[in-house]
């Protein structure tokens, strides 16, 4: 279980040794793609089956473990609704388990009311109840927050850290190398530019080379990478269709008294919900990324470069930097809520026609 927390060796020692007699409340910090999320898990799944079992392993990474609750912001803060709720799971028995864990994703976006909200449950939890608060800015946390749990940090991930990890998993040293330096240090977004989401990342990349300054080529190339984010979008939802189905197994093969399997449900649902309604928005933001790093490359070459499974596309520097500043400008817009359509279309029509470099 915790060969996937990579590059943490010291943050995960501290994590078993406590896991067998776990505090009240825990605040783990680590940046972004530093392992956090899954150690935060592998932390959870500890608690509730100290013996090791793979079945609470694998249902607490993929956060189906029913005495595991997770909240993560809804939308830009965590709620006080949210807040009410993580007491009312708190104070609810565990399902199979002597330990229930709440773990708080990006606990940093807790309003002061909603962390007020929290403050008694955090210091005084029913004897069954832990919880495990991730945030990559602790600093935004309030005080009486932060004193209430133990802290724990976890470091940034390399390159080289990442890529080892890549190759772990089974991937070739090439792949591995290309989807590490694409990923910005964040192991989880390595993972998905190697997997589900490589063939968008793919259609982005290429889509500089194929621009030949004519507006009819823009639009049809529009057309086709909002093809590519939708078939990243349907295996989204695939794979959420395999974790419902999974849920209701697991569900029948246990059984979990009927209240418990609703709420069990309509967590998930809510879960699922949730990350659909932002993932074609998150879709976007990665394949404009990826044109972003073409033109990048452009600017670099012919020194290290990002997409190193292709020649660089040949721009004039100053038409490669306006295109960099066309990307930024148009990742800005997509926080107004534009039509992504229309904002793929004006991306395109205005970025530099361009060929492989010689």
């Known amino acids: 279980m915790w060969d996937r927390v990579i590059g943490q060796e010291r943050a995960v020692a501290v994590l078993q040794r406590a896991a067998g007699r776990p505090l009240h409340a825990y605040l783990l910090v680590g940046p972004r793609g530093s392992g956090v999320d899954d150690a935060a898990r592998c932390f959870a799944a500890a608690i509730v089956a100290p013996d090791g079992d793979e079945r609470a392993a694998r249902l607490a990474l993929r956060s189906m473990h029913p005495d595991i609750v997770e909240i993560e912001p809804e939308k830009t803060v965590i709620s006080v609704d949210q807040a009410h709720e993580l007491t009312r799971e708190a104070a609810r028995a565990p399902v199979e388990a002597e330990h229930k864990v709440i773990i708080l994703l990006e606990a940093h976006r807790l309003s002061d009311e909603s962390a007020n909200a929290i403050l008694k449950t955090l210091e005084e ?9 991730v945030t990559d800015a602790p600093d935004e946390l309030l005080e009486t927050v ?20 890549l190759v772990h998993d089974g991937m070739g040293e090439e792949a591995a190398q290309l989807a ?10 390595a993972r998905d530019l190697a997997g589900r989401l490589a063939p968008m990342r793919a259609a982005f990349a290429t889509a500089p080379a194929r621009l030949d300054g004519s507006a009819a080529t823009a639009l049809r190339l529009a057309e086709d990478l909002a093809g590519a984010v939708q ?34 449900r309509r967590k998930l649902a809510e879960r699922h919900g949730r990350h659909e309604r932002f993932e074609r928005r998150q ?5 404009i990324t990826a044109l972003e790093s073409v033109y ?46 229309l904002l793929l279309e004006w991306l395109l029509l205005h970025l530099p026609p361009a060929g492989h470099a010689p």
């Open 125 to 133: 939890p029913p004897p069954h109840a832990h919880f495990v608060l």
């Open 283 to 287: 879709l976007l933001d990665e394949g």
């Open 146 to 165: 932060r004193s209430r749990c133990q802290r724990i940090d976890l470091d940034s991930l390399s390159a080289g850290a990442i890529t080892d990890a």
């Open 180 to 189: 590490a330096g694409l990923a910005g240090g964040q192991l989880g977004r």
């Open 296 to 341: 990048r490359d452009a600017l670099v070459a012919p020194g290290p470069v990002l997409n190193s499974d292709r020649d660089p596309v040949s721009v004039a520097p100053a038409a490669a930097a306006r295109a960099v500043e066309l990307c930024r400008q148009a990742r800005d817009a997509m926080e107004r809520n534009p039509n992504e359509g």
């Open 231 to 264: 078939d990243a979008l349907a295996a989204r939802k695939k794979e959420h269709e395999r974790e419902a189905d999974e849920l209701d197994r697991d569900i029948d093969q246990r059984g979990y008294p009927d209240r418990a399997a609703t709420r069990l």
